[in-house]
């Protein structure tokens, strides 16, 4: 049976916004790279993966923050995965502080794609015994949401340029909460309470695209909805809500 | 007399592109933090300042990179002060890989505000005796070039959103490079040879402005000039140089 794992990380300067607090893409991206490194340690790292023209995608995610911790400040982030399906893997995370209060907590859903065919392959494909990865914790908080399309109220546009693109030359999920972000209003921006965010990656935004971006304002939420190229299908779907007094309660 | 001080850093997923090595603006986020860390041990980092109302600005920056390293690598970057006068005080750096290979250098060059008047102040106000901070050892490389106006022959137009803000609501130095990059041709950007930057904040730009970024195509170097709002002035003037067969033979 495995373990769970954790990996400290500190807030750099260029990590923090205007509320002098580490931005939610900067969590993020130390939770892609916890992900990763658990993964190395367990024989499923992308190293390995791509030897057999394979990688990891990143399908889904889910993340509750109860506050955002100040420049300069350590935290852990703890990873397990729970769940280990023929298509998808559920990996957890928490975010600790350095008192060991967690403040934050996730849950993503990965798929296994082929990068010749760029089609899911069968997660049996790794070949170790599943049991032996998986930590048979609870998820750290409720799964991503179904997020639906919506009627967009007002509209964004965004040119896909270098500084947006992964190792794989698609949009990185860093860049795709910041197209959101950019577009919520200054009192979400300074709002210093819980968050929650969920995302469902659908298709791939490349270099050289137009994306357009749908916001819909509703209560205590602000739903996103990016296309590509005056596309009517979806490519990513994003949702940020606040103020939910349950926070939390389901540790 | 002061010592270098080196801290440790590693190529995250994250701060990859497509050629699989870490990106320019994420190698000089590893030097801006390592700057705040120096500085923070020494007893003038931006904390004790803020209390005083003032913190150091970067005035101008030079960067050669020999390579990019990979995704995942480990890297060191040492730091020391050079000279320190009553407005600037030149902070230099060198990049070097797992094995001890220097393969970057760069040469900073900062000031003191105050945030209230946002003008220099005199960095004999630091009270600390500046031979105590400085390491007499020569600069990593030539100083930041002069970079004179040019006649833009192309333009380009960036609206100033959030995720471009740095804590004091300006756009922070790592967009900036992205800014200028995000122009540059493809076969700049796949380059793995060396290069060296140049950029020069005359003036900050804050949120909501609309910049123009114009683009000069010289043989073997792009140079930039930022201005916002239409304003004749530059608020960032930067260069991108390559292939110098001169590169690192300064050390």
């Excluded at 350590?74 to 403040?103: E, K, M, Q």
């Excluded at 860093?174 to 950019?182: A, F, G, N, S, T």
């Excluded at 990656?201 to 602000?222: M, N």
């Amino acid at each position: 049976m495995a373990e769970k794992t954790s990996y400290p990380y500190r807030v750099l300067p260029q990590d923090v916004d205007f509320t002098l607090r580490a931005t939610v893409p900067s969590l993020v991206s130390s939770l892609l790279d916890a992900a990763g490194l658990d993964a190395g340690s367990k024989g499923f790292g992308i190293d390995k993966l791509f030897a057999e023209h394979h990688t990891w995608v990143l399908s889904r995610i889910a993340l509750e923050l109860d506050f955002r911790p100040l420049r300069d400040s350590p935290y852990t982030v703890s990873t397990w995965i729970s769940d280990y399906g023929r298509v998808l893997t559920t990996r957890n995370f928490t975010l600790g502080d350095a008192s060991g209060l967690v403040f934050g907590r996730s849950v993503t859903q990965w798929a296994m794609i082929d990068l010749r065919s760029r089609s899911a392959v069968d997660l049996s494909w790794v070949g170790a015994d599943p049991s032996a990865c998986i930590v048979p914790d609870r998820p750290a908080m409720d799964p991503p949401r179904k997020l639906r399309a919506f009627r967009a109220e007002r509209q964004a546009v965004h040119r896909v340029v270098y500084s947006d693109l992964d190792f794989n030359r698609h949009v990185n999920t860093l860049r795709y909460i910041e197209m959101m972000m950019d577009q919520l209003p200054e009192d979400r921006l300074t709002d210093e309470g819980p968050l929650r965010l969920d995302l469902h990656f659908l298709k791939e935004c490349r270099s050289g695209q137009t994306l357009t971006i749908g916001i819909g304002d509703g209560p205590g939420e602000v739903s996103f909805d990016i296309s590509s190229d005056g596309g009517s299908t979806s490519s990513v779907r994003g949702s940020f809500s606040w103020c939910d007094p349950s926070f939390g309660t389901g540790l």
